[in-house]
């Protein structure tokens, strides 16, 4: 693709963002669509925010991205905010639409379409996230958008955890929400259907670690991990070794791209998607393995 006077500009901000698959996957994206679009990053000081979100308005900036550790930071110089991103207090897509600023979190529907893709029924589950961090807040509050049967949330930190618990239920009164401990001795595993970790636990350097003792859970459980770096963490091979279905970070990782790009472009159907997945498979492999 050529660019041109009329090549649309979208991008990336975080820091550091030096090993970012982003420009990889979005730039991707473009060619297979034949858009005459470009995806850049912008690795900015963390005192540059508010600076850089007006320099990328001037510069006529269609959208961009937001990460670490950008993604609450960014809030206040939205001039929207999407209402499920505003729950969890969280942005990484941003939209720049006849000069304002709208702001929206694809995290946790990109879980959910991951989720879908595998297959995978969370109708009446019940359901145990590991951690109360943001990873934890995209995915509880998506989950909690969809008809679940229970959600348990644990973290090793526990008020933190409890905290989360308790917002989530003044939000979701109907549903069924519960803090556990983080040794899950209270825990009735048997009844767990799917268990999520979005712990940093077992993310490269931390290779050697797993969240949780992977015993007492029934045959059929289903073990996520947000992590792709490495593909298969330890707590995933040791579900695998159990004979557990298991899930790594990589459909999240594409699908809340996907996401954005449906946002941005204002658009539900493109090319060459499973061709995409495919090449990010191939480029983390290489990278991370
Ligand atoms: P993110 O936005 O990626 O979710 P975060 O907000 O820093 O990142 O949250 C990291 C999560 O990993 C938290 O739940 C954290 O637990 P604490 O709240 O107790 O810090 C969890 N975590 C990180 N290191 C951990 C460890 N060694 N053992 C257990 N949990 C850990």
């Known amino acids: 693709m050529e660019i041109n006077t009329e090549t649309k500009k979208y991008g990336l901000i975080g820091n550091p963002l030096s090993k970012s698959l982003s420009p990889f996957l979005h730039n991707q994206f473009y060619k297979m669509n034949d858009l005459n679009n470009i995806y850049q990053t912008f690795e900015i000081d963390l005192d540059k925010l508010n600076d850089a979100v ?57 879980f959910i379409k991951s989720l879908e893709a595998n297959n995978i029924d969370i109708e009446n589950k019940n359901i145990l996230v590991l951690g109360a961090g943001g990873g934890s807040r995209a995915i509880s509050y998506s989950l909690l958008e969809k008809n679940i049967e229970k959600l348990y949330i644990t973290n090793r930190t526990s008020n933190r955890g409890i905290k989360l618990a308790n917002e989530l239920k003044r939000y979701y009164k109907d549903k069924d929400i519960s803090f556990t401990g983080f040794n899950l001795s209270e825990l009735n595993k048997l009844e767990i259907d799917i268990v999520v970790n979005t712990t940093s636990v077992g993310m490269y350097p931390d290779i050697e670690n797993s969240p949780i003792v992977l015993n007492g859970f029934s045959d059929d459980i289903i073990l996520y991990d947000l992590i792709y770096k490495p593909l298969e963490t330890k707590f995933l091979k040791e579900g695998k070794e159990l004979g557990y279905k298991t899930i790594n970070g990589i459909g999240m990782l594409y699908y809340q791209a996907i996401e954005s790009q449906k946002i941005w472009l204002d658009k539900e159907d493109f090319l060459g998607l499973e061709e995409l997945l495919s090449e990010l498979n191939k480029k983390i492999g290489e990278e991370y393995e």
């Open 54 to 110: 007006e320099s990328l308005k001037i510069l006529g900036i269609k959208g961009f991205n937001i990460t670490i550790p950008f993604k609450e930071k960014i809030i206040e110089y939205l001039d929207e905010i999407d209402p499920l991103a505003e729950r969890i207090n969280a942005i990484n897509t941003v939209k720049i639409e006849n000069g304002k600023v709208i702001g929206y979190n694809t995290d946790g529907i990109g």
